[in-house]
């Protein structure tokens, strides 16, 4: 059963997915199993099969495009790579991201009266 | 093992669930999610990964549908969510409905009469007929108008539902005009459910995301 806790978190995480699939996508091409074994792993996503209806819709959007590349054992990998729309995008967040959390930040600071 | 019939029969499920309730999304966007999904699982039979822990790390297909639908839905402002019809979409099957009424009546209902008289102007003689009767296949043809004006809309789901359904929803209110003189009437209330279904909100008010 779910906790209080555990729905914050999951709400917040929900929030933020995206920005953080672009932010990883930004240090260079991931492809999917590896993207989400690492948001797995981050505790970002609650199973892996979530990821890829999230990535078809950045791709849609333009903010990702993908490529195929022939991986180690010889078969094709779909890599995803983010786009100068992406960058713009994951850019407006972390100014957002920002002036949010610094404001919760000082809200959950300050003492109660 | 990259193909569907050599995984086993638990993946293979797997994936058939997921394929079969994603089929109300459209076909490029279906595609895309599956081909990842599809990647995924050769990749970690490649790695040498079993297919319990397989379908343990990919979640419930009902879960992977669900999170399919709501990022569509993030995407297009559409109604298509979790396979449940809006009301965008139920009003316009009724304008759809109504048109299909309304090539019936217009079709097989007596709309003409025709009267003759004998030379000496005796004997009366009152004969209806049926639009069809009176123009034959041409007549299938005209009606094929307003069911092609109600129906497209329903089969189109990408982004570009909505422009074609007001071009669509105008050119049927011009055929209805149009032929006010004879048919037009029976399409007034398909063009009316065609209006509310345009004007009826989406779901999501959000703007299209565009980087």
Known sequence: ?113 | MTGLAAWPPPVSRWFAAVELQLRPLPEAYRDDVLTGLREHIIDQFDAGVGAEAILVGLGEPQQVAADAFEQYRQEAGDDTTSGHPGAKTVLQWAAFLLAVAAVGATLFLPGYSEVTTTGDGGTVSVTTRTLLDTMGPAAVVLMLIPLALTGIPLLVRDRSRRPLSIGLTALLAVFAVLTSASVGWFFLPAALAAIVAMVVPDRRDAPLRRG
């Open chain 1, 1 to 113: 059963m779910d906790t209080p806790g555990d729905r914050i978190t999951t709400n917040l995480r929900k929030g933020v997915l995206e920005y953080c699939v672009l932010a990883l996508i930004q240090r260079g091409p991931w492809y999917g199993l590896d993207l989400a074994k690492k948001l797995g792993s981050l505790s970002l996503i609650a199973s892996e099969g979530t990821v890829y209806p999230m990535l078809a819709r950045l791709r849609d959007t333009g903010l990702v495009t993908t490529e195929w590349v022939e991986g180690p054992s010889g078969r094709q990998r779909r890599y995803y790579r983010l786009t100068e729309a992406g960058g713009a995008q994951l850019a407006t967040f972390r100014t957002a991201w920002a002036a949010v959390r610094d404001t919760v930040d000082e809200l959950l600071d300050e003492e109660a009266p």
